[in-house]
């Protein structure tokens, strides 16, 4: 069965430094994965996802991800956080359900950036 | 574009009353999905449209919990009676996915959720 993995339950990083957000998948076949995002009293906004191609896909926000096939994992990053940042994520999985697509996400992360 | 919209934003309810939820999705969207958001947890799928047809029902407790899609656009869920554990967000999507063998845009758009606590 599909599922993903977040680690993490808070990531905190200082405003400006480097962030990165965990995510390892398990499917079979190939994996078409996602990450969203969740800001308080919002529904879940759309970041990037990996389809084919190249393994860092560049998303919303300066966000990007890199998909990693051997360790099977699709970690979110960003080069310098902002306090804006500051926010719930959700990695997720394309799942198949009688010819049919459906996302199995994972139980978030949330992102915590200081100034 | 408008997004997809959801009403109410918050509703407040006894145990074993029912509840109604709307959802209208993205125009032209062929697939609409209900999510139900425990705090703490990912969003899980409950109910899954193609069009006004039921692809995927396999996560909804379907002794309390009913959905329909009439007329293959907006979309009503319903509770009925209420227990303690279904204090939750529920969430609308929808996509553009046609399904494996169609038009492959996996990407789904959410609504602002409708926060429901059982009291």
């Known amino acids: 069965a599909q599922s993903v993995a977040q680690p993490e339950d808070q990531v905190n990083v200082a405003e400006g430094n480097p962030l990165t957000v965990k995510c390892t998948y398990s499917v079979s076949g190939n994996p078409y994965l996602f990450w969203y995002v969740q800001y308080p009293n919002r529904g879940l906004q759309f970041l990037l996802k990996y389809i084919t191609g190249d393994n860092l896909v560049k998303g919303s926000y300066g966000f990007e991800a890199e998909f990693n096939k051997s360790q099977t994992s699709f970690h979110l990053k960003k080069p310098s956080a902002l306090v804006s940042d500051s926010a719930l994520y959700f990695c997720a999985v394309r799942a198949l359900s009688g010819g049919y697509n459906k996302l199995i996400f994972g139980a978030g992360t949330r992102l915590a950036v200081h100034p | 574009e408008a997004g997809v919209a959801q009403s109410p934003r918050y509703k407040i309810i006894e145990k074993r009353q029912s509840v109604a939820f709307w959802c209208n999705p993205i125009s032209g969207h062929a697939t609409l999905y209900w999510y139900q958001q425990i705090l703490g947890q990912g969003p899980k799928l409950l109910i899954q449209f193609q069009n006004n047809g039921v692809v995927d029902d396999s996560q909804l407790p379907k002794d309390r919990f009913s959905a329909e899609r009439l007329k293959g656009v907006d979309s009503t869920l319903k509770i009925q009676p209420a227990k303690l554990e279904d204090s939750a967000v529920y969430l609308c999507?929808?996509?553009?996915?046609?399904?494996?063998?169609?038009?492959?845009?996996?990407?789904?758009?959410f609504g602002p959720g409708t926060r429901l606590t059982v009291t």
């Open positions: 999507a929808s996509s553009l996915d046609l399904g494996q063998t169609g038009l492959a845009d996996y990407e789904q758009y």
